[in-house]
């Protein structure tokens, strides 16, 4: 495990270099400040961008237009991702490109691989879940950035089956609702006469893209705890109150400390996490390892970036000043894919223990 | 001393507990607009002036303030029940600058002409005062301050500039804390001046804060003229005067209404996401809710005393850390089993009861303002268990 | 209730000072050393002296022999035992004096008063419970100090009601077991054949005895938890490292607010629930007091208490140094008459909220 | 160099991770004595030789050391999978300062007449090795130690007194930090000096700890002469080899293994107690096994770098911090759910893997021994994250 994350460290290196240049980690914020609260949220040049740079394929195999790359290298962009907190759907479309390479369906995922089009699936039925019930009337929730989907991808149950459809976007029934970083998430309600059947069933590729897209987003909370802790303390060795240097005072220092550990944590949750899918596990054991990151990124991430709000003190109330940006994209993806609670529940009932 | 007289005309003081509550929950339930009970932000002054005239109007506003200065005289205990009504009905907490701080600092140590100038026009709700305390470095370390006021003949000239200025926009004076000695030490030096927010050279820019909300202010002092006869007691000894209004604040801040706020909605949150029967839901519940009470029960501890008369010593420190922290605990919970709508700008299914994204970002300073729970720490530390510097 | 507390104010200091004589807080403990792991584990001596000063017959009415004071003054005494670590079994006694004052049985009662007989009483069938099934020929478990008992008082269910009965504590069928502070609980197997009939029916009183029991043993916790802070405060004062006195850093310093506010939020709980008992509360309002005030007790009291050997270091965890001793009695303790989830849970179905 | 050979003879490094895992264990489960798996407390030498004796015979009691120094030279890889092997069966600690100290002291420091007279004796058990560190007013601040070192002679001239020194009633040798100049700066001035615990004037006094056991001790020194050619490395430069030492103590205190015990034993005792089933107790329990298995994948990461041969940075403080922590958190747990047996002072009924109130205080000393949990703090904070002094 160890060993192939050795062994990956240079194609995992090169995934971080190339993020730089679309959501580069000591950049400024101001793409991402302009773009917030308008429509569609996020930019669709960038989403291009990371089309081309091979971003949106990067698990998908070769040979299917993909990078062929893995879970090692997804986490390691998401997590640059949310470090330079780009609002572009990315794992989301990660998610659809999985789906319709594995049904071989080479006339839509040609353009999203390319970043051309942005295909949004909407396979969400309620909060905080992640069964895919594909009822064919019901709303579909949550939808990252609906504003800018091009298509919708709708599961639809029959009998034992998931069937896939295809949506376009232009007169589909969306409502818009804000998310605390700017962005939005849409509720579809899915006029499937409109639709176009795309496949019999992906019912097991579902499931596997939604533990992929929730282990995705555990790297990209990651980028948002290391982004934000990486300031805080860049503040606190700077900002001084009573003659000192806030960074000296020791109730700060153990804080700080802390909160190293914690993002410790979730590094080395999420990375053996990815670790374990690249190993090629399925079913239980992959989802115990995907719950187990999540679970901890959801949690950790929280506390993580509240207290980054508290080490900054008044400054880190306003919105002006960045560290803020990160706590409200945290709170929008922390139960994307599934909450603490729904995590640690599921790793509970899979992960068997080492009893004597 | 002053001219306007408390309309309320029988004695509040002789009524009985209970019949004097219902009195002013009658009262409030028939006066105070419905559509802004426990407002989700803190309003603006056009927003609560038509709550404040109706307090100005029946005496109320100042209930605390002796009655000839234009108070209603109430005792210690009354005043509790009246502030308990306040919050149970969810009301606004209005621009009360005027009401709990410069009233009293006048009260204390203006000159009688002083007074006699302020005194009613923050009762007629003429003027409306903002704080001009904190500095860009001068924040938990308040004390090193260096907003400056250099006498010239007959006027102070202050430069300078404030932040964190509840509410500037809305007001029309300002209280400020000055360095009128550079040269003396750090506490002394200090002084309490009282100025007219139209003088010329005064700059307001709101701040948006992280519920997108401008509340706080910076407040850019170039040199404006300021009378002398506005500095308020002592010249450089303004800071004990701060210091011991601050009391007001950490009780304030330490009342269980907050938490006991967010609480009621965590519950109509866990029932529509139906995780209200979950039992594990149901042990966290129990433990906030304890935590609660037993805040409530502390609470108490420390009214009883203000209700005998008594002046809070620095443990009162105790009930703002531990509300505040609480109301943040109650608002972790929201956001942890509120599944996606943890991350939606406005209320959920625009039910201002289904909030939990703005009681989260609301709970988040109360940890920082009123003296961040550090300052509380240290407080509690050196006064309360006397452990050295 | 708080009017009420000022009145008893000169009653309660009267407690506190007569305690004195007897579990001096600032005494050494020595008395309380060489009585551990010793047979009975307290001292008859002192047991009655704590009879004389009329601290069994307490909360017992004067006509019936007792002192005619209430749980504020109760909880003051326990609160004052508690930190002098007083090891005799005075709240089991106290329990035992209320059901044969309620009774009237003035010829077991007046003994027991006095201070010249050990009346335990024997309800509990399993651990951490409050129920009182009063199964005939269940064991009785978890008697505090059994080793010392000169009779044991037995509730035996019959039908609705429960009776009482009494048994000779010679010859009875006693199994010891050795707690953390020295002392002992036993498990009795008793031969109802041996006893004599008390009563028909003490089913309210003992119930009402068991709250107060709970309550009263939450006053000694705070007393815990209260001369190990004092403790440990003088020592952050004292102790030297790093060239500094300990109490100077800040890590320590912010701790040590932290259980400040603890032991602050404890003795509100404790001092409100007793004022509700004395104002007459029956039912559901004087369970959710007492249940409210032992939760609250159980959990602060052994975070308290283990913090305070933290904030000792290696001294901390030698038997030598007294701050161990006090961590020790409140393991004893914290779950007598009830844990913290049992009192949780019974304060949640018992207390209404105040719901809009 | 040294005479013992190690009895294995095939090389193990050369065995698949797999096959010597499998070799590892079988041989523990044929030669560990059963009834002192998991023991409640630290075992005494004479509990614990029979297997110290066991692993010396077999030639691996000193795995990690040099070939050429009568260890087996065994690659950081496989060393790992030892220690998990024999923490997967529960072995006691073995009176281990001389394989993990002394033997790696001498051979990076040590003279070749150190080396050739010290290492064979640790290597057969006939030296038993405590360690001289703290001192009553030297414990988190280790260099402020006392305990002096007069050179008269050919023989050093110790008195001081030491505390905490784990089993030193077990011990016949000591190795031992004293200051030998006593103008130096704190740091400097200190050597490593090697003292037979049979030399006149040295006093071993036990301390009954919280668990009724004298695992540690205070050791009296009293004009206590030893050779001078027991100083290890050069006079007054000791101070770098005992911080140098302490990263083994690090990465064990960090070891998941106490949690994971401790973990297990809860599991039990929620069993036993009628709690298993609750669905409240489920989510502690299952926040327990989270923080676990993180935990166990935080501790993998460190092991990774070992078993590439790498240096641990300070970072590893993490490991301690949490572990420590975590195991506190286990216990608290267990006390909680145990009713009145949290009282008891020996195992429930009797059973050892019933032992809630043993493991709680076990629990206790693990966040202040191995430099506490403050100090671990604080080189986080200073050395890992760069915050200022």
Known sequence: MSQALDDRSESIRMIRDSAGAVAPRGGDTKRVRALRFTDPGFDKGVFAQMGELGWIGLAVAEDAGGAGLGMSEAVALTEEIGAGLAPEPLIPAMLSARLLAAVEDKALLAPLLEGGKVLLTAWQEKADTLAVHGTSDAPRVFIPMAAGADAFLLPVREGNRIALHALDAAGADVVLERTMDGGNVGTLRADLSRASRVADDVGAVLEQALDEAALATAGHMLGLMEKAFEMTLAYLKTRQQFGRIIGTFQSLQHRAADLKIHIALTRAAVESAAAVLDSGATGAVRQAAVSKAKARAAESGLLVLRQCIQLHGGIGYTDEYDVGMYLRRGMVIANQYGSATLHRRRFMALAPEDVE | ?389
Chains 1, 3 share one sequence.
Request: include cysteine; glycine fraction near 8%.
């Open chain 2, 1 to 389: 001393m002053v001219s306007i007289a408390p309309k309320e005309t029988q004695d509040l003081n002789q009524m009985e507990d209970e019949a004097f509550r219902l009195h002013v929950r009658q009262w409030i339930e028939a006066n105070y607009p419905a559509d802004l009970r426990n407002p989700p932000k803190r309003l603006h002054w056009d927003e609560n002036k038509p709550w404040y005239f109706k307090l100005a109007e029946k005496g109320w506003l100042c209930p605390g303030w002796p009655r000839q200065f234009g108070g209603l005289g109430l005792a210690p205990a009354k005043q509790i029940i009246f502030t308990e009504e306040v919050e149970r009905y969810g009301c606004a907490r209005t621009n009360d600058h005027g009401i709990v701080m410069v009233g009293p600092l006048l009260i204390n140590h203006g000159t009688p002409e002083q007074q006699e100038y302020f005194l009613p026009k923050i009762l007629s709700g003429e003027h409306i005062w903002c704080q001009g305390y904190s500095e860009p470095n001068a924040g938990s370390d308040l004390a090193a301050l260096r907003t400056e006021a250099v006498l010239d003949g007959d006027h102070y000239i202050v430069n300078g500039q404030k932040i964190w200025t509840t509410l500037a926009m809305d007001a029309n004076w300002c209280f400020l804390l000055v360095r009128t000695d550079k040269n003396a030490k750090k506490q002394e030096g200090i002084s309490f001046l009282l100025v007219d927010m139209a003088t010329p050279g005064i700059t307001v820019k709101p701040i948006i804060n992280l519920e997108y909300h401008d509340e706080f202010c910076e407040v850019f002092f170039d040199n404006v003229r300021v009378p002398a006869k506005n500095l308020v007691g002592t010249p450089n000894r303004g800071w004990d005067m701060a210091k011991a209004l601050l009391s007001f604040e950490r009780i304030y801040l330490g009342s269980p209404r907050l938490s006991a706020y967010a609480f009621t909605r965590l519950r109509q949150l866990a029932e529509r996401m139906g995780v209200w029967e979950d039992a594990a839901f149901q042990e966290t519940y129990g433990r906030l809710r304890l935590d609660l009470e037993d805040l409530k029960s502390l609470y108490g501890v420390f009214v009883d005393k203000l209700r005998r008369g008594e002046t809070l010593g620095a443990d009162v420190s105790m009930l703002k850390v531990f509300q505040t922290e609480l109301f943040q605990r109650i608002t972790d919970t929201m956001l942890e089993i509120a599944g996606e709508n943890a991350g939606l700008l406005e209320p959920m299914e625009g039910n201002r009861n289904l909030n939990p994204t703005g009681l989260y970002i609301q709970a988040r300073p109360a940890t920082i303002y009123g003296g961040s729970n550090e300052i509380q720490r240290n407080i509690l530390s050196k006064n309360v268990l006397g452990l050295p510097g």
